[in-house]
């Protein structure tokens, strides 16, 4: 009986195990650039780590960096859409007609730092106000830092701006350096350094971090810290797929969203992007300058210009922009 007994037990035992095994389920993250990239290497790379241990074993993240399912940063929300990967970075400012709301991240002066754009874009997606999001599950809502300018010829006030070509990063960067003097072109990061190397532009908004993820260091050597308006970034899975998925998958997902990655991105992406300045300022070869009070004010006239010219553009963009000065004194109080 005893011999009995224990052969039907590791027979449950064994039934067990494979359906643990059964009930994993494994999503394929999408990363356009170098796993060295900030982004995924100090939050994304960290956050699959977490996915992958949790004791529930409900969900394997395979990812997948340096393009392997896509180099397009533009493209990565299709990517998810069209099931090439279930979970993918993405850069919304670069695709505006799929979020026209995102738009209000780089409006000049709105917004301090890096973690207080963060906690917006948390906010405002938690309150479902951005359109755009029906079709995913946001893991992760992030804003970068500030944009400045960084250049290939010295930067020393704002009227040296002056018919710069510069490449931005979305529309309302484009209009406020247009507002100062400069020639804006619209590009994703990974093609910057060619296009300074071929003269199609001579410097670009960038915050510090993808200064040197994409190599921007090489050919400009000149940093301008006027704030032009910050960016969001995101870290999104095919809702569809999300919803389909078993509870203890989902409960997985949702553990590390939100929060957890958005505090691991705040606390890793100051970090760095002031390790970066500081770097920056200490090397002899280079120049970091930071505007006068009165180039400041005069910044500030025409942020504040791009400011009403966009909320006046359309409906949505007043109701946006409303929600948004609804919620940052309560994220300042905090």
């Known amino acids: 009986m005893t011999k009995v007994f224990a052969a039907l037990l590791g027979a449950c035992l ?7 095994v059964a009930q994993t389920v494994t999503l394929k993250l999408s990363f356009f650039a170098s796993d060295t990239e900030v982004n995924y290497a100090k939050v994304i790379k960290l956050w699959v780590d977490a996915v992958n241990a949790d004791p529930s074993g409900a969900v394997k993240i395979d990812a997948y960096p340096n393009g392997a399912l896509g180099k397009s940063l533009p493209a990565q929300p299709q990517l998810v859409l069209d099931g090439v990967a279930d979970i993918a970075f993405i850069n919304p400012s670069l695709v505006p007609g799929r979020f026209p709301d995102d738009q209000v991240f780089e409006l000049p002066g709105l917004l301090k730092d890096l973690e207080e754009g963060t906690n917006l874009y948390a906010a405002l997606v938690k309150s479902n106000s951005l359109r755009g999001y029906s079709d995913y599950y946001v893991i992760g809502s992030f804003a970068n830092a500030n944009y400045n300018i960084y250049s290939r010829r010295p930067i020393r006030s704002n009227a040296d701006l002056k018919g710069m070509k510069v490449r931005i990063v979305g529309p309302i960067v484009g209009q406020t350096v247009k507002e100062l003097g400069m020639v804006p072109i619209l590009m994703p990061p990974n093609e910057i350094v060619e296009a300074i190397g071929r003269g199609t532009v001579d410097a670009a908004t960038l915050v510090p971090a993808a200064v040197i993820d994409f190599g921007v260091d090489r050919v400009t050597s000149h940093s301008y810290l006027l704030d032009l308006g910050c960016g969001p970034l995101a870290v999104v899975m095919n809702k569809a797929k999300f919803d389909t998925l078993p509870k203890a998958a989902q409960d997985v997902i949702a553990k590390y969203s939100g929060a957890w ?15 970066i300045i500081a770097r920056f300022k200490a090397d002899p070869k280079r120049t970091v300058v930071t505007p006068s009070a009165a180039d400041l004010a005069a910044a500030k006239a025409s942020y504040e210009k791009v400011t009403a010219e966009w909320a006046a553009k359309d409906p949505n963009n007043a109701k946006i922009l409303a929600k948004v ?6 994220i300042r109080a905090k």
Not at 14 to 20: F, I, K, N, S, T
Not at 325 to 330: F, G, K, M, R
């Open 261 to 275: 990655i958005n505090g691991l991105y705040i606390k890793a992406l100051i970090e760095h992007n002031d390790g």
């Open 325 to 330: 000065n609804e919620l940052l004194p309560q």
């Open 14 to 20: 064994a039934l067990a195990a494979g359906q643990a």
